[in-house]
């Protein structure tokens, strides 16, 4: 049984009041365990800790730094199998997606351990005055990470490899649904060689006043975030009280757009992809589908039978495509999308409604002939729901994908590359998957436009959220 307490500079405590808040296993509603929840003051704590490891964490060699964190990769390589097992238990999605996030969760250790030795600088003679512009970079301070429950392991990962890599100290606060991976992986990094307070968690049922404490502290000089654009918001203004760093991964609605040229086969298995990897939790998940009409039904056909082929059940049982969604709240705002929708005058494919009786289950479900005014279209939906609308022209068709507050992740499907690029190019998106249904990769900078966020994670970029540029002006 893995320990449920807070870990603050390499001890772990109960919270300051004793409280504790119960974590669900989606499948069956059971608890499977109860946390410490921090106070405000159990943050300043795990803040304390975090500056008292700040100078000999930031002080040691690139290579040093680096190999901590190789480590770490090896270490959480050995473990994909309990990793996953635990994702599976307290989020719910099916093992090869608990699968599939633990050996990308692990890559940003492997991937950041190569970039802490490549944090360059830059050196130049000033063209008016001949004195040396000497640029370098460095630990931005201590940094506050916030993440989601739909990806337990990997949206921790995705900020404290690269924090670490840049010399930086955090303080984590996971999601109270799936706080057990984040505290799971403290023995491992232990064991790769973190040294006490470099990693702190803070798991709380008061996440706003527990947050807010931290960022109000003055030796917090970083807040990154992947949750909803609401409370990015919130944190945006919080964090402008001390003018602190911010990286925000916030919310998506990704329209997946198909061309009559497109090939149907791979548009169907980039569609399965952007649709149902994580069972639609996760902000790249293909929100709005945009199939040509000359190709709508060819395309809707196999789309439906793909979705009717896969399995739904409790994840962590064999053969078992699709598990339940993370609690009540998200199946029943999944359900009410469709209703809206069906009310609307979209058409039922496949599925449509919750099974009833225990765990958070929602089946594969396509709609056809969706309106543009369902809600659906303008909010994520996140769950296994896909909505598909029709076009005739490229120019309408773009139109009406930009047409959001959002700007992650785009997806095209065309046969001809020069209609593809010009069509890339043209999407308000941080990131565009052409012909492809996947986007996310540790090498590539993550991240979005608009009120998709701010900042990159992964790729070189992730590192730079870390670190603060100083230039010194110098005469030899
Ligand atoms: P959320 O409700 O915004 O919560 C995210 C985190 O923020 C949780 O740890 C939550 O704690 C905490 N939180 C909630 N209210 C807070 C407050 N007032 N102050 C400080 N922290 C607060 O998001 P979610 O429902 O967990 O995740 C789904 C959302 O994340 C979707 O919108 C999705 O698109 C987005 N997402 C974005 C990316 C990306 O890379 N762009 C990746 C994954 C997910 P509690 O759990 O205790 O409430």
Known sequence: MQNTDLHIGGDWRPGGTGDRF????????????????????????????????????AGRTPRARAEVLRRAFELMTER????????????????????????????????????AVRAHGDLMRAPASGARIMVQEKPAGIAVLVTPWNYPAAMGTRKIAPALAAGCPVVIKPA????????????LLEEAGVPPGVVNVVPSARAGAVVDAMLHDPRVRVVSFTGSTGVGRKLLRAAADQVLKPAMELGGN????????????TAVAGAMQAKMRNL?????????????????????????????????????????????????????????????????GARVKLGGAAPGGKGYYYPPTVLTDVPADAECVADEIFGPVAAIQRFTDEADVLRRANA???????????GDMARGLRVCEALEYGMVGLNRGLVSDPAAPFGGVKQSGLGREGAQEGMREFMETQYISASW
Do not use: Q
């Not at 989606?26 to 008292?52: G, Q």
């Not at 109270?176 to 992986?185: K, Q």
């Not at 990704?254 to 086969?265: G, M, Q, R």
């Not at 959001?404 to 065309?414: K, M, N, R």
């Open 176 to 187: 109270s649904e799936t706080p057990l991976t984040m505290l799971a992986l403290l023995p």
């Open 404 to 414: 959001t507050e959002y700007g992650l992740v785009a997806y095209v499907f065309t």
């Open 80 to 115: 994909l199998d309990e990793f996953a097992h635990l994702i599976t238990l307290e989020n719910g999605k099916a093992r090869a997606d608990a699968m599939g996030e633990a050996a990308y969760a692990a890559e940003f250790f492997r991937w950041f351990s190569e970039e």
């Open 280 to 344: 639609g939790e996760a902000c790249t998940a293909a929100n709005r589908f945009y199939v040509h009409e000359t190709v709508h039904d060819a395309f809707t056909e196999r789309f439906t039978a793909a979705m009717a082929a896969l399995k739904m059940g409790d994840g962590t049982d064999e053969g078992v495509d699709v598990g339940p969604l993370v609690n009540a709240e998200t199946r029943d705002k999944v359900a009410a999308f469709v209703d809206d929708a069906v009310a609307r």
């Open 254 to 265: 990704a329209p997946l757009i198909v061309f009559e040229d497109a090939d149907i086969d």
């Open 22 to 57: 119960d974590v669900l296993n989606p499948a069956d509603e059971r608890v499977l365990a109860s946390v410490a929840s921090a106070t405000p003051e159990d943050a300043i704590a795990a803040i304390d800790a975090a500056d008292a490891a700040f100078a000999d964490w």
